[in-house]
């Protein structure tokens, strides 16, 4: 929860009334008490709005004193003040919770793609038309109208498919405005980067592709339209999104396109919770400042400024020591006299720290011959987008891979004229819980801890761009991608593993389908990205033992908190899982529930019945409490 708190200090300068100071120092506590029970009261406690809290200090006088500093332009208490205004007594609290700037109407669409129907084959699974066409043709419907639109898609890839999608169809009906449809996103170069917001500021564009790298942060100018390719990762990301469009008291249109998944269709089905109060409410954000890779960044910035020494490990925490040895090992610390700093060679390591990842090294994708760096991407995606041979798309053009160096962190992507194909990854994921550090205090089968993350990527396949079929397979021989992270596992009790096999089912086909289905709904309790957590895709050639559970993780290596976060909603989660089971109408399974088109084993291991039957069992367990003694 956010919880926007104004605060009152009084500056206390060096005097020799004693008791003057004192009063002062004491006020200031007061200040921080009331504020800080305000917050819990107002915000901290799950509120629908943040807390202002306006409380400051008594009258400040004596020689010691100069008064009270406020932050506020209309209301300033400058040094020279002897009193803070009636209005902000000690203890006060205004909660905030309605939005006074101006704005014109908004209509917000909610766009499901129809229903594919093909001549005499029934459609029991609810399968749907391509989301990333409907976007792309919607696109290209408001430019041709000269409505000027702002298209946010969630990943990189499906920037540049639909400007490419959306200029396939301008270039059979409206070829004069393809120029005015580009994409954004945050691999560009900066050069690159501030050429497309110029241009879209200035009015030269009227259609942009962009990933939320254009959320916030850049002046847009005036647009009448956002277009939004599936669910954001977040509540307080789909009105951010929205917001982009409309200026001052200018009318504007939002349109959400859903894809097939669980989530978004839940949404399709129930739009009104994006309108409802508790719609409007962010998710609970998440962050892990104990990650090592997060806190390394963090103790070469301080040590740049200010030696540290051993009380600072206090500050820091987590292991705070170890890391300490490997950046002395790195080369990045010295220790002198009992202190770390920074080595001379560092100046202002903060510039390379990339706030968009954890994972600080990143490689570049050149252009062939020329060398030019056409983009950046961080490390752990490499082996999935630009690998050798693998169809790389930068601003709707296509690119061939054809080398991949990782000790130098570089790319060498060959142009290609015509390309009728895209390429996918074939790779396996390993996932193992190494210890338990955390247990639901109600739910004693859902529990947190320390997960290893072993992916493997051991081949690709070429598909057809126009009818999705695969054309060639290559085999591929790269180093494993491994990393230990933090994950929520959800033990299910061996007698209903038996129970399933009993009835002819596949047990672990349910705990995949509940595993992708859970995937998905986390999004809507927890501040997170789709490509931030995942699960286990286990493979139909797969013969290792597996304990009967089934795991979240934090798809970064060291844990990011958003499985930490979601354990407190782990009841609510196998709830929401099980009541979209009871809704969808498909038999086996389909993109509505069990599937996840991100699946590395395309849905091969998936069983519904068997999923709805693992449900069935531990929603008893959460209704009459017998989790720990069935476990």
Excluded at 151 to 175: G, N
Excluded at 308 to 330: K, N, P, R, T, V
Excluded at 431 to 444: K, S
Aim: aromatic share 6%; net charge negative.
């Amino acid at each position: 929860r956010f919880a926007a708190v104004e605060v009152w200090f009084a500056a206390v300068e060096p005097c020799a009334d004693v008791d003057a100071a004192a009063e002062a120092c004491a006020a200031v506590v007061d200040v921080a008490e009331a504020c800080a029970a305000a917050v819990a009261a107002g915000g901290g406690g799950g509120g629908d709005a943040g807390v202002a809290a306006t409380a400051g200090p008594p009258a400040c006088t004596g020689a010691g004193a100069s008064g009270a500093t406020h932050d506020s332009e209309q209301d300033q208490c400058g040094p020279t003040s002897g009193a803070c205004p009636a209005s902000c007594s000690a203890g006060a609290v205004e909660v905030v919770d309605h939005d006074a700037s101006p704005s014109g109407k908004r209509l917000f669409v909610v766009w499901n793609p129809p229903l594919k129907f093909k001549k005499d084959v029934p459609n029991d699974a609810g399968a749907r038309m391509s989301a990333i066409c409907e976007c792309a043709l919607l696109l290209t419907t408001l430019v041709k109208q000269r409505v000027r639109t702002l298209a946010f898609c969630k990943v990189r890839k499906l920037v540049e498919l639909v400007m490419v999608y959306a200029h396939q169809d301008l270039d059979l009906s409206a070829p004069h405005l393809k120029s005015a449809v580009r994409s954004y996103r945050s691999g560009y170069t900066r050069e690159l980067r501030r050429e497309i917001e110029q241009q879209l500021f200035q009015g030269k564009l009227l259609g942009v592709t962009a990933t939320c790298a254009m959320e916030l942060g850049v002046d847009v100018g005036h647009l009448d339209c956002t277009l939004i390719l599936g669910y954001p990762s977040s509540r307080a990301s789909l009105w951010q999104q929205a917001g982009r469009s409309g200026r001052g008291t200018k009318d504007a249109l939002t349109i959400l396109v859903c894809f097939g998944s669980p989530l978004d269709q839940y949404v399709a089905r129930n739009p009104s919770i994006l309108f409802s109060a508790s719609g409007r409410k962010g998710e609970e954000a998440v962050l892990d400042p104990h990650n090592d890779t997060v806190m390394a960044e963090h103790m070469v910035c301080a040590a740049t400024e200010k030696a540290l020494d051993h009380a600072d490990s206090s500050l820091f925490g987590g292991d705070y020591q170890a890391i300490a040895e490997h950046l002395q090992e790195a080369g990045r610390l010295l220790l002198f006299q009992e202190c770390l700093r920074a080595h001379p060679h560092i100046v202002r390591p903060s510039l390379n720290v990339d706030v968009r990842s954890v994972q600080q090294e990143t490689v570049e994708v050149k252009l062939e011959h020329t060398l030019e760096v056409l983009e950046s991407m961080p490390y752990g995606k490499v082996i999935f987008e630009v690998y050798p041979g693998a169809i790389f798309l930068h601003e709707g053009k296509k690119f061939l891979i054809t080398t991949l160096d990782m000790p130098q962190l570089t790319a060498i992507a060959r142009p290609l004229e015509s390309c009728n194909y895209h390429t996918k990854t074939r790779d396996h994921t390993d996932v193992d819980v190494l210890g338990t550090m955390q247990t639901h205090p109600e739910a004693f089968f859902i529990r947190w801890g320390v997960v290893r993350v072993r992916t493997l990527v051991w081949g690709f396949k070429k598909i057809a761009s126009k009818t999705m079929n695969v054309v060639d397979m290559q085999p591929l021989d790269l180093a494993p991608f491994e990393y230990v992270s933090k994950g929520m596992h959800f033990d299910v009790p061996p007698d209903v593993k038996a129970e399933v096999e009993a009835n002819g089912l596949d047990f672990i086909g349910g705990t995949h389908g509940i595993a992708h289905l859970m995937r998905q709904c986390v999004q809507l309790f927890v501040m997170c990205d789709p490509g931030d957590i995942d699960c286990e895709h286990p493979s139909p050639l797969q013969h290792r033992q597996r304990p009967s559970r089934f795991v979240l993780f934090d798809a970064r290596p060291g844990g990011i908190g958003i499985t930490r976060a979601a354990l407190k909603h782990g009841p609510a989660l196998l709830r929401m899982c099980h009541e979209i089971l009871m809704q969808c109408k498909c038999d086996t399974g389909c993109l509505a529930c069990v599937h996840d088109p991100n699946c590395t084993e395309t849905n091969e291991v998936v069983d519904k019945r068997a999923a709805m039957m693992i449900l069935d069992h531990l929603m008893l367990c959460l209704e009459f409490g017998a989790n720990g003694a069935l476990l």
